[in-house]
């Protein structure tokens, strides 16, 4: 059963905007307030890719002074940056995949569940 809740979320200028969200909806909003965010390292626009390599196509980039919430792992491409060479891909949202290369976690492994 998908029950619905009005909620005020912003638009793209920041104004709160009042709609309808199904409970799964909901339930991802409480997750990402209560996960934990990283910080991408100093002087990097990190491009966000579609997939865990750099063959795919690039969804958006992060500003300077970017943090990430990572939702999931996986395996992909390895990649060098400046906090070592690995092979571990940070899912920040649905399709949504940045080297864990550029991510300050304080870890070589995963630190989130894998993904799907």
Request: aromatic content about 8%; charged content about 15%; proline content about 8%.
């Amino acid at each position: 059963m998908d029950t619905t809740n009005t909620t005020e979320t912003p638009d793209a200028n920041g104004i709160a905007v009042e709609g309808q969200a199904t409970e799964g909806q909901t339930a991802v909003a409480v997750a990402a307030a209560n996960t934990t965010r990283y910080p991408v390292a100093p002087g990097y626009r990190l491009n966000v890719r579609s997939g865990p390599s750099t063959q795919y196509p690039i969804v958006r980039s992060l500003p300077l002074g970017a943090t990430v919430a990572i939702f999931c792992q996986k395996y992909g491409e390895s990649v060098t940056g400046p906090y070592g060479t690995t092979r571990v891909w940070d899912g920040i949202g649905p399709g949504e995949y940045v080297s864990d290369s550029y991510v300050r976690t304080g870890s070589d492994g995963f630190v989130a569940p894998r993904c799907a």
